[in-house]
């Protein structure tokens, strides 16, 4: 059973930083990739960031490189995202998901915590 916990959202001014983490249980860090996405409100889901797990290269959407960094930290089966210089077309409900060890896009990704809501305000 994929089990992913998200923490950390908020609300922001424009310009300023949150950090998301998502808590993975063993098998599911183990076992996936784990990744970022958003959706911000009235549009649809989208790609944030991700980790491919064989090499544990990262991967970034465009609207965001430069700004967010994902990260993790095994011993405690945590992924983070670290967000900077927030805009607020950034606002959305972010979600840790988690995708097969091989995945390759972020559509390959099937598994979905509860969410965690980002606000930025200008």
């Known amino acids: 059973q994929v089990r992913l916990v998200e923490s950390g959202g908020g609300s922001v001014q424009a310009g300023g930083s949150l950090r998301l983490s998502c808590t993975a249980s063993t098998d599911t860090y183990r076992s996936n990739s784990i990744g970022w996405f958003r959706q911000p409100p009235g549009k649809e889901r989208e790609g944030v960031a991700r980790?491919?797990?064989?090499?544990?290269?990262?991967y970034y959407a465009g609207s965001v490189k430069g700004r967010f960094t994902i990260s993790k930290d095994s011993a405690k089966k945590t992924v983070h995202l670290q967000m900077d210089s927030l805009k607020p077309e950034d606002t959305a409900m972010y979600y840790c998901?988690?995708?097969?060890?091989?995945?390759?896009?972020?559509?390959?990704?099937?598994?979905w915590g509860q969410g965690t809501q980002v606000t930025v305000s200008s």
């Open positions: 980790f491919y797990r064989p090499t544990d290269s990262t």
């Open positions: 998901a988690a995708g097969p060890y091989y995945a390759t896009t972020f559509a390959d990704f099937r598994y």
